[in-house]
């Protein structure tokens, strides 16, 4: 891994965390914490991701290319997430502690699998490639910021 020389700090841990704090609150019934929890962590990688979709993915491929497709699909892990993500929040709604384990194991697998998958191919192209293009990333995230968001997420 060639983090944290890279720029943009993936700050794919603290997801990890966020999501068993969110377990352990279930666990005991605290519902409020729980879904404060994950109401904070959501809000925080739809901003993650959105970064990722519109700024770093597409300069990647500018710059690189993508003959593996691989940022088709790590682009197609976001939509599983975000599908794995409602599936959870709905059990959160519904305080439904009987499906909670049944959502939250394989969303944090895939979680934990897309931060592999993406610090992989990111590594690769090396922290100074993007930061020699540092500024003309920083922006196209200032441009992001007001613009209009791609990707819907319906909860
Ligand atoms: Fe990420
Ligand atoms: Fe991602």
Redesign the pocket.
Known sequence: MTEPSNWLV?D?RKYQAALEACEIAAGVREWKEATQRFNAFVDDLKL?MRM?DEVLYPFYKEQFGDADDEIGDLSYEHDKLIRLLRDLSIVIKHKDYDHFEECLKPLYQALMEH?DH?EVVFSRVSGHELLTHRDEILRRLEAMQSGKKRRAWDF
Do not use: C, D, V
Request: charged share 35%; proline share 0%.
């Open positions: 993936h794919h993650h990722e931060a993406e």
